[in-house]
């Protein structure tokens, strides 16, 4: 199957700090997505990115999708408490085919 | 608004036992699918389907099964149980030309 390498695997930041994360991948995605686990939940979708360079935000999130199409990178801007959960990265190069990165767990002291 | 729901939310099995595990959506969402949660290893997708009677798997559908014969259900099989299916499973739903996929809350099953 696909390999999605997601780095780092957690980040003890604090309060107000910048956070960056990032995917990458032997394969090339037609998109990429970036979801966030909370604890004892499903995962929820933050960003969506369906072409090669794109650069999307939403709040103080900003998501890339990659030129080569094989990584994407999520940075977080001024974090704060309840940002603490599991982020994942999924790669989508079929419909109804998704792969997932294995998460990185981000820890916010106050 | 209840969106994709599971049940149970967590199960003990012993090995070999069968077991249904359950998964409903009430957005009318065609597609619908069932992930394992490892630590370590993100989400991996078993099967899915694209809408009632179709059925495909996924990257990880050995020793699971599935059916769709309506809209709203998606359950997902254990005929017997092995300790490697300890995982947290987690069912979504969307529809196909869309990217988002909504997750249940997942099932925490342990197999002993």
């Known amino acids: 199957g696909q390999q999605l390498n997601q780095s780092p695997q957690s980040m003890f930041i604090q309060e107000g700090e910048d956070v960056s994360m990032n995917c990458t991948s032997s394969?090339?995605?037609?998109?990429w997505l970036w979801y966030k686990q909370d604890p004892g939940e499903g995962p929820v979708l933050l960003i969506a990115l369906y072409k090669a360079g794109e650069l999307t935000s939403n709040g103080r999130l900003t998501a890339q999708f990659g030129i080569t199409r094989k990584d994407s990178f999520l940075n977080i801007s001024a974090s704060i408490p309840s940002d603490v959960g599991i982020y994942f990265c999924?790669?989508?190069?079929?419909?109804?085919?998704?792969?997932f990165g294995s998460g990185t767990k981000l820890n916010v002291k106050p | 608004n209840a969106g994709v729901t599971q049940t149970p939310k967590f199960q003990v099995l012993k090995t070999g036992q069968s077991m249904t595990l359950q998964c409903a959506q009430d957005?009318?969402?065609?597609?619908m699918s069932w992930y394992r949660q490892d630590p370590g290893m993100g989400l991996r997708l078993i099967h899915y389907s694209v809408g009632a009677g179709i059925t495909d798997q996924g990257e990880v559908p050995n020793g699971y099964n599935v059916s769709r014969s309506t809209t709203e259900d998606f359950p997902l099989r254990l005929l017997s149980a092995a300790p490697s299916q300890t995982s947290v499973y987690f069912c979504a739903s969307g529809h196909p030309t869309d990217t988002e996929a909504f997750f249940g809350q997942g099932t925490r099953l342990t197999v002993v």
């Open positions: 394969s090339i995605f037609n998109t």
């Open positions: 957005m009318n969402h065609e597609y």
């Open positions: 999924a790669g989508q190069w079929d419909f109804n085919k998704f792969y």
